[in-house]
């Protein structure tokens, strides 16, 4: 596959000179299915033909549900990543020699939106898989995908069939993420700590994750400092961070409210180290605060550095090449964990679809079982195996690496070991250069 041959000259390279982008996540976009991200960028009349002209036949469909129009968590960018990864796929043969095509549905935030979103993508357009399914109505979602026995591939873990279902394979550990900030601290390095997030069950819930895991390394003292969520001035809560002497901070929101979080914080002086997981972390958060200086560490669920990593680097090469024909912003957030769920996803899953004995659901999970996931990112993902989060047996990727901002804004782990909080977790050597990924 041609691929394969090209990641594997790329993991030769030990040391490629990546681009780390920065912004992210606040536009708008109108709710329906759209093709390929058609009506949000301009792009080429027939891209399948355009990137292989050898394409034939019937195109096979993947969709994916997310909010780009939604007052809170918004991944407006994430359609740019989508057609990005499905040119690299098309380029190299499509699935079988038939074109892949992506649709999108922007489910708002919005319970009713996202019902109709469900019925069309899985009733109407019958997409063969779902792709990076992010946002708070996953729930809404879970009785369309069960009923039309689609698999939801390598989904945002929140609601509990994502944890639990046989036909969901999570990307990583969701709001779960937050339990390996503890990877982060020496034991009893500080005395203090608030976790600075918005009001709401699913936030509440990332700090008490982090509560727990820096409880392990001896750090009790931990107060939540929450705002209502339609809150757009951060100032005051960083006030309180600095009148209450709190010697670190944890967030508990997304890139697009960190970064200014983080300029809060440095506008009133705290100069604290900042915890996070790297599901609240992305291009725009880490451009605010390499130039406020403010002291980033992250536990990464992806390794992030494209000089060290192959598939990091692969990702980048491909958004060099297709990026514009897609109409993606010059600024394209390629950090977070949700834009590489989507690039990684999209072209493991055509790796599942090329392998498998026809696209029928069963054969797809067979195809699954029989084959870990190499991402060449993280360690393999094998959901033939219980991960060890209680009561989720799904989330297998457990593990993060322990990174810092570097002087040149980029996210730099110290070695290749990963670590995890959960019990029975050992660590790990992980993803250097040279790690070769089955089926590409």
Same mark, same amino acid.
């Given at each position: 596959?041609?691929?394969?041959?090209?990641?594997?000259?790329?993991?030769?390279?030990?040391?490629?000179?990546?681009?780390? =982008?920065?912004?992210?996540?606040?536009?708008?976009?109108?709710?329906?299915?759209?093709?390929?991200?058609?009506?949000?960028?301009?792009?080429?009349?027939?891209?399948?033909?355009?990137?292989?002209?050898?394409?034939?036949?019937?195109?096979?469909?993947?969709?994916?549900?997310?909010?780009?129009?939604?007052?809170?968590?918004?991944?407006?960018?994430?359609?740019?990543?989508?057609?990005?990864?499905?040119?690299?796929?098309?380029?190299?043969?499509?699935?079988?020699?038939?074109?892949?095509? !992506?649709?999108?549905?922007?489910?708002?935030?919005?319970? @009713?939106?996202?019902?109709?979103?469900?019925?069309?993508?899985? @009733?109407?357009?019958?997409?063969?898989?779902?792709?990076?399914?992010?946002?708070?109505?996953?729930?809404?979602?879970?009785?369309?995908?069960?009923?039309?026995?689609?698999?939801?591939?390598? @989904?945002?873990?929140?609601?509990?069939?994502?944890?639990?279902?046989?036909?969901?394979?999570?990307?990583?550990?969701?709001?779960?993420?937050?339990?390996?900030?503890?990877?982060?601290?020496?034991?009893?390095?500080?005395?203090?700590? =608030?976790?600075?997030?918005?009001?709401?069950?699913?936030?509440?819930?990332?700090?008490?994750?982090?509560?727990?895991?820096?409880?392990?390394?001896?750090?009790?003292?931990?107060?939540?400092?929450?705002?209502?969520?339609?809150?757009?001035?951060?100032?005051?809560?960083?006030?309180?961070?600095? =009148?209450?002497?709190?010697?670190?901070?944890?967030?508990?929101?997304?890139? =697009?409210?960190?970064?200014?979080?983080?300029?809060?914080?440095?506008?009133?002086?705290?100069?604290?180290?900042?915890?996070?997981?790297?599901?609240?972390?992305?291009?725009?958060?880490?451009?605010?605060?390499?130039?406020?200086?403010?002291?980033?560490?992250?536990?990464?669920? !992806?390794?992030?550095?494209?000089?060290? @990593?192959?598939?990091?680097?692969?990702?980048?090469?491909?958004?060099?090449?297709?990026?514009?024909?897609?109409?993606?912003?010059?600024?394209?957030?390629?950090?977070?964990?949700?834009?590489?769920?989507?690039?990684?996803?999209?072209?493991?899953?055509?790796?599942?679809?090329?392998?498998?004995?026809?696209?029928?659901?069963?054969?797809?999970?067979?195809?699954?079982?029989?084959?870990?996931?190499?991402?060449?990112?993280?360690?393999?993902?094998? !959901?033939?195996?219980?991960?060890?989060?209680?009561?989720?047996?799904?989330?297998?990727?457990?593990?993060?690496?322990?990174?810092?901002?570097?002087?040149?804004?980029?996210?730099?782990?110290?070695?290749?070991?990963?670590?995890?909080?959960?019990?029975?977790?050992?660590?790990?050597?992980?993803?250097?250069?040279?790690?070769?990924?089955?089926?590409?």
């Amino acid at each position: 596959m041609l691929l394969g041959k090209r990641l594997q000259r790329q993991r030769r390279r030990r040391r490629l000179r990546g681009v780390c =982008a920065s912004v992210c996540l606040l536009l708008t976009a109108a709710c329906s299915v759209q093709a390929s991200g058609a009506e949000q960028a301009p792009r080429s009349a027939s891209p399948q033909a355009a990137d292989n002209p050898k394409l034939s036949g019937d195109p096979v469909v993947i969709g994916s549900m997310f909010p780009v129009s939604a007052p809170l968590s918004t991944f407006p960018q994430l359609p740019y990543i989508a057609q990005v990864a499905v040119k690299a796929v098309n380029a190299a043969g499509g699935i079988n020699g038939r074109p892949l095509k !992506w649709v999108h549905c922007d489910d708002k935030g919005d319970p @009713n939106v996202a019902a109709k979103c469900a019925d069309e993508l899985l @009733n109407q357009t019958k997409v063969r898989a779902l792709v990076e399914s992010v946002g708070v109505q996953g729930n809404i979602a879970w009785p369309f995908i069960k009923k039309a026995d689609v698999i939801n591939w390598f @989904n945002v873990p929140i609601w509990p069939d994502d944890t639990t279902s046989p036909l969901s394979y999570p990307a990583g550990l969701g709001i779960f993420a937050h339990q390996n900030i503890g990877l982060l601290v020496k034991q009893h390095e500080f005395k203090k700590v =608030a976790c600075l997030t918005a009001e709401g069950a699913v936030s509440t819930k990332l700090c008490n994750f982090a509560k727990e895991s820096l409880a392990a390394k001896g750090i009790t003292d931990f107060k939540k400092v929450s705002w209502p969520s339609d809150t757009t001035t951060f100032l005051p809560y960083a006030a309180k961070v600095l =009148a209450d002497d709190y010697d670190a901070v944890v967030m508990g929101v997304g890139d =697009a409210i960190t970064a200014p979080v983080l300029q809060a914080l440095a506008d009133m002086g705290v100069d604290v180290p900042v915890l996070a997981a790297s599901t609240s972390i992305g291009s725009q958060s880490i451009k605010a605060a390499r130039e406020t200086g403010m002291t980033l560490r992250v536990a990464t669920s !992806w390794a992030t550095d494209p000089t060290e @990593n192959a598939a990091r680097a692969q990702m980048l090469e491909a958004i060099q090449k297709y990026g514009p024909s897609v109409g993606a912003p010059p600024h394209l957030d390629t950090v977070s964990d949700n834009a590489f769920n989507m690039y990684e996803g999209i072209l493991s899953l055509a790796d599942v679809m090329n392998g498998a004995k026809s696209l029928k659901t069963a054969d797809l999970q067979t195809y699954i079982a029989e084959h870990p996931v190499l991402t060449g990112a993280t360690p393999p993902l094998d !959901w033939t195996k219980p991960g060890p989060v209680p009561g989720s047996p799904r989330v297998v990727q457990v593990y993060a690496e322990s990174s810092r901002l570097s002087k040149d804004g980029v996210l730099t782990a110290p070695s290749d070991l990963w670590g995890s909080v959960f019990p029975g977790v050992d660590d790990i050597k992980c993803c250097a250069a040279s790690t070769t990924a089955k089926g590409r």
